[in-house]
C-alpha cells in the first residue's frame, strides 16, 4: 500500500486529530493528505491553486469527506468529483458528525460510496476506521486508473 494516499477533508482541528490518530494507529503505509476546505480537496485533486503542478495522474486511493466545510460544501465537492472523467470513479466516504436525513440522501443521489457517522467515543471511531481501512484499502477492488487521453 506504499505512496497510496488517502485524502482526509476536514475543517475541525478535533476531528482532524481523531482521525489521523485512528489512522495512524493502524500502522497503514498510505500518506494521508489533509485538507481543510472544500475548495482546496478540489483544488488538491485537480492540481490547481495551492496544488499547481502536482501529478494528478496520482491520485487518492479513497476520499474522507466531511459534509460542513468552509468555501463549497462536502456535498458540492462530491458532485464536481463526480462531474470530472479523472475523478468520477474515485472512492469517496462521507465521515461526518450530521445525522441529517437531507444529507444522507444528498450523498447518495451524488454517488457517494459510503456514509459514515463519526461515533463521539474514540474507541467506537477508532473502531469504525479499523472497519473502514480493512474494506476500502484491503478488501475493496477499486476501479482502473483513467488512461491518459481518456
Known amino acids: 500500500m506504499e505512496d497510496k494516499v488517502?485524502?482526509?477533508?476536514e475543517d475541525n482541528p478535533d476531528d482532524e486529530e481523531l482521525t489521523l490518530r485512528a489512522l495512524n494507529k493502524r500502522r497503514l503505509a498510505n500518506i494521508i493528505v489533509v485538507v481543510r476546505d472544500g475548495q482546496e480537496a478540489l483544488d488538491y485533486l485537480f492540481g490547481e491553486g495551492p496544488?499547481?503542478?502536482r501529478d494528478t495522474h496520482?491520485?487518492?486511493e479513497i476520499v474522507l469527506l466531511d459534509i460542513r466545510l468552509p468555501k463549497l460544501s462536502g456535498i458540492e465537492v462530491l458532485k464536481r468529483?463526480?462531474?470530472d472523467k479523472r475523478t468520477k470513479m474515485l472512492p469517496v466516504i462521507i465521515l461526518t458528525s450530521s445525522e441529517e436525513e437531507?444529507?444522507?440522501?444528498a450523498a447518495y443521489n451524488n454517488h457517494v460510496n459510503s456514509y459514515i457517522r463519526k461515533p463521539v467515543d474514540f474507541d467506537q471511531f477508532d473502531d469504525a476506521v479499523k472497519q473502514l481501512e480493512l474494506y476500502w484499502l484491503v478488501l475493496n477492488r477499486p476501479?482502473?486508473?483513467p488512461k491518459e487521453g481518456f
Open 58 to 60: 496520482i491520485q487518492p
Open 143 to 145: 476501479p482502473p486508473k
Open 51 to 53: 496544488h499547481l503542478g
Open 6 to 9: 488517502i485524502l482526509l477533508v
Open 102 to 105: 437531507q444529507d444522507l440522501c
Open 81 to 83: 468529483i463526480r462531474a
